[in-house]
């Protein structure tokens, strides 16, 4: 059964996966065209002092895809499941339901992180034939809360889409809305290296969050 | 489990509202605390405080108020050219003839934010050709590194300069420097009047300056006066070259350290916290003028040419947390939450806690009210953690717990 369930996922999965990353890895290979074309038309070192001294980031066009990664993925996986209630569906399985939609989203969530780590992968990479290791790990830790904030938008999306009464939907939806800003502030290259640890604890803890609203479902809150 | 996971959406919640809530409040009820312009008058041997509010007024320590001319005339070196097209500026100050060159020449501006100090470090310097024989400085092909050497990386390839490294790096350890490196200080630009290299402290806290003359390293070890911890160093390029840089150690001393001489000469201006006060320099033919500013409070300590303490002046005034605003933020709120911080480039959790216990009587309101609301739900002890995060987090808990109610004892 649990195979038939992660295929369910896939299923549902699958196309918004493939059109997200193309989409990323679009983003990410337009960052690049971008550093190639400013080196040949400014010079190395200038590019790199505008890097070093100046404020300038590169990687500033990556800031919002990890968080429409993750706001996709949780509507593409559970606003199916909204639709006639089908999730209830699979709550009669002879499963236990938290089992059931801890395995749902650790589905979903596993799927974003091979996007993001592939994502993340490439740019360090890429980064690395351009840029020596300072500038690529400053970069690194800017871009890492922006994919904490896409985990986040994961969980809460989630959280949000399965909760049964508009009015607490809506209520969640601003307690995410001021949450989410947390991990997209704007500031010098490297200036979350103090909460990237915080950061991801509470990111970890929210990945059980969507068992709250999955209980007020199950129960049948209106 | 799903009682954990509320508790998490709680708590992220509270942190979010403790974030949120406060930075509404402040946008809708502060009011701007207009910190005093001090200046030290070579004419009047005294200071003039500047106070801008509803009206602009300025004045000296006794009490003399002086038109915004008057003001100016007071202060003709700060003022200079105001006063020379105004055609007010005076032939002679305290016996001294006013030359433009030399008033020029000894006119300086340091200015110094903690964010100077609590900023990444950027890791790679460009190391500049001192005496090139060309009229602008130019930027180099390559940044340097302090690892267990010194590595030059050409930005064309982003590659190592391997025999320029060896030779940067020999020229180091040969005057007695311990890699790798704690602080690189220096002024990493080409818009500068000439190029004085980097000062670095090496693991043993020993300071060495490094230069590149002609392509070859040029690298002076500064003999320091006993045990001390530099904080920052900041680089300064002045016209009179008396001095390459102001340095903080950790004690809240302010030293500067001689040009050519390297002799380290202390300020005699008092404690000073880099981590999180202000510093502004002016520097004139007779006088510096150093005037430290902190949270509430602002310190002009003049000195003579010769760095001897001649006056100081004190101003305190209420800060944000003493104001009407304040008093009721202080009331309503147990504490508030900022990613940022005016100190720091650094995002952080900068908690800061209310003053006094009077939001406490808020925080009993709002558990009686939660008890009110919840009567029905259950048995009170199934609400003890909910009602104790509202008597710890007032308003923010309130909010959070029944945004995600706990309705598991129905």
């Known amino acids: 059964m649990f195979k038939g369930i992660i295929f369910k996922e896939w299923i549902k999965l699958r196309w918004f996966l493939v059109i997200y990353a193309v989409f990323a890895l679009l983003d990410l290979g337009y960052i690049f065209l971008k550093v190639r074309h400013d080196i040949i038309f400014n010079e190395a070192n200038s590019y790199w002092y505008g890097v070093l001294f100046m404020g300038h980031q590169y990687f500033r066009f990556l800031k919002y895809i990890p968080l429409a990664g993750g706001i996709v993925v949780a509507v593409a996986q559970f606003f199916p499941e909204t639709v006639n209630k089908r999730i209830k569906l699979t709550f009669h399985l002879p499963r236990k339901e938290d089992a059931m939609l801890l395995t749902m989203t650790g589905y979903g969530a596993t799927c974003l992180l091979v996007v993001y780590l592939l994502v993340f992968g490439l740019f360090l990479l890429l980064s690395a034939l351009f840029f020596p290791a300072e500038i690529t790990s400053a970069a690194a830790l800017s871009l890492t809360p922006w994919f904490l904030a896409g985990m986040a938008a994961y969980f809460l999306g989630a959280l949000i889409i399965l909760e049964p009464v508009w009015l607490y939907r809506f209520l969640y939806l601003v307690a995410a809305g001021a949450f989410v800003p947390f991990f997209l502030k704007a500031g010098v290259s490297g200036s979350y290296a103090p909460l990237l640890v915080p950061l991801a604890i509470l990111v970890a803890l929210l990945s059980i969050s969507l068992l709250f609203s999955g209980y007020r479902f199950r129960k049948g809150e209106m | ?410």
């Open chain 2, 1 to 410: 489990m799903i009682r954990i996971s509320r508790y998490i959406l709680v708590l992220v919640t509270t942190l979010a509202l403790s974030a949120v809530v406060p930075q509404m409040w402040w946008m809708a009820f502060d009011t701007p605390i207009r910190k005093p312009i001090v200046l030290y008058s070579c004419v009047e041997n005294d200071f003039l405080i500047q106070r801008t509010g509803d009206k602009i007024v300025r004045e000296d320590t006794r009490g003399n108020t002086y038109t915004r001319e008057e003001y100016e005339e007071r202060l003709p070196l700060f003022f200079m050219r105001q006063l020379m097209i105004s055609g007010t500026m005076k032939d002679t100050i305290n016996g001294v003839a006013m030359d433009v060159h030399e008033i020029n020449m000894n006119r300086t501006f340091f200015n110094y934010q903690p964010t100077d100090l609590n900023t990444p470090d950027p890791g790679l310097w460009p190391l500049f050709e001192s005496e090139s024989g060309r009229a602008n400085l130019e930027m180099p092909e390559d940044f340097f590194r302090i690892t267990w050497r010194l590595e030059f990386i050409n930005a064309k390839g982003n590659q190592i300069s391997e025999e320029k490294s060896r030779k940067f790096s020999a020229a180091l350890y040969n005057r007695g420097f311990e890699f790798p490196a704690l602080m690189v200080a220096g002024i990493p630009t080409t818009r500068k009047s000439c190029d004085e290299g980097y000062f670095i402290l090496d693991s043993h806290h020993q300071l060495f300056h490094l230069k590149m003359i002609k392509g070859e390293p040029y690298v002076k070890k500064a003999e320091l006066p006993g045990e001390i911890r530099f904080s920052h160093i900041a680089c300064v390029d002045f016209k009179d070259k008396k001095f390459y840089a102001y340095l903080f150690d950790n004690k809240g001393d302010i030293y500067i350290l001689t040009q050519d001489e390297y002799e380290l000469v202390k300020l005699p201006v008092g404690n000073f916290h880099p981590e999180k006060e202000e510093l502004r320099i002016y520097g004139d033919i007779f006088h510096y003028n150093v005037i430290i500013g902190g949270n509430g409070f602002v310190r002009d300590v003049v000195l003579d040419k010769e760095y001897r303490k001649i006056t100081e002046f004190n101003e305190t005034w209420p800060v944000r947390s003493e104001t009407n605003i304040g008093r009721w933020f202080a009331g309503l709120f147990p504490f508030q939450l900022s990613l940022s911080d005016d100190n720091s480039n650094y995002h952080n959790f900068y908690f800061s806690f209310s003053k006094g216990f009077i939001w406490l009587i808020v925080s009993v309101l709002l558990v009686i009210v939660q008890i009110v609301l919840i009567r029905k739900r259950g048995k009170l002890m199934g609400h003890v953690v909910d009602l104790a995060l509202i008597l710890a987090t007032g308003i923010f808990g309130f909010i959070a717990v029944n945004i995600f109610q706990n309705k598991f004892f129905k």
